[in-house]
């Protein structure tokens, strides 16, 4: 049997932040002399002095401080335990799931995330980053709620998110460069390129991964990593390559056209109708960010 209660360590904690048993008594809508009732049973039962008195002021001692600690961390999972209790008897979802498609910029992916977890309180994330048809298949067997994609599914509907810019770029001393402007699409694939495997179950073209010396890799990445050691080209979210650009790391193709191959993302839900509030709060803020950040791309 337990020998105290969440209320007496409530009132431990108000009074430690208040310093009287009045202005506890407030904090907590009690009386000042129920208060001082729970704090004397509360030492009573434990065995141990929480609080000394000294003239005409109280403060917690050494033994009663120590015991503070443990008893704010206590009170606040049981908060958080409730608080998800009541996320549950509103709908709130205990898991939901999210496919990001590689091309989406990591850094938007965790600006979102960030906000996310800021309200989303204690629901599980399932995070998925796919590449072409994976998204499908994930939005096909609803393994997620929501998908960031270029792609809709057959019998989807998407929301139109943002285009992002895929750009044509190798390293500068690459013999691309040395070729001067211009360069035709028949040259380029001449040229090993580097492309991101399609990990679906249905493999599709993107539109920009035509060379047939290609190095088919796991990730942008790794990818990137290739590319920028000089062992070919590759087409890149501009975002992710920013900062490569501007030190001159990497450099883009003189091409004749297609420098800049733009991809239109989509938001998708799995199931709109079913959607719960978490999947709801997610979606919103994915279309927030993306708003903000094609204004400042503008």
């Known amino acids: 049997m337990n020998k105290s209660t969440l209320e007496q360590w409530r009132c431990l904690i108000a009074f430690a932040a208040t310093g009287t048993y009045a202005k506890a008594g407030e904090m907590l809508f009690k009386t000042p002399s129920s208060v001082h009732q729970a704090l004397a049973q509360l030492a009573d039962r434990l ?44 709908g709130w979802e205990a898991e939901i799931g999210l496919a990001a498609e590689a091309v989406f910029p990591a850094n938007w992916l965790s600006e979102v995330l960030q906000a996310f977890a800021q309200e989303c309180r204690d629901v599980r994330l399932q995070l998925y980053e796919s590449v072409l048809s994976r998204t499908d298949d994930l939005l096909i067997r609803q393994d997620v709620d929501l998908a960031i994609t270029p792609r809709i599914p057959a019998g989807f509907v998407g929301e139109s998110l943002c285009s992002i810019p895929m750009l044509a770029v190798a390293h500068p001393q690459h013999p691309l460069h040395q070729m001067g402007p211009d360069i035709t699409a028949q040259e380029l694939l001449a040229h090993r390129q580097f492309v991101i495997r399609d990990t679906g179950s249905s493999p599709v073209s993107a539109g920009w991964q035509e060379a047939e010396r290609r190095w088919t890799v796991g990730s942008f990445n790794r990818s990137l990593a290739g590319v920028k050691q000089g062992l070919g080209f590759g087409r890149f979210p501009e975002p992710l390559i920013a900062e490569d ?42 279309m927030m960010h993306c708003q903000v950040q094609c204004s400042t791309a503008k």
């Open 47 to 90: 065995g141990v002095q929480l609080i000394a008195v000294n003239g005409r002021t109280s403060r917690l001692t050494g033994q009663g401080e120590a015991l503070l600690r443990r008893a704010r961390y206590l009170v606040d999972e049981f908060d958080q335990l409730e608080a998800l209790a009541g996320d549950f008897a509103a």
């Open 245 to 286: 650009l501007s030190s001159g790391r990497l450099k883009p193709l003189p091409l004749r056209e297609g420098v800049r191959f733009p991809v239109q993302m989509f938001l998708v839900f799995a199931d709109r109708d079913r959607a719960g509030p978490a999947v709801l709060l997610l979606a919103k803020q994915i």
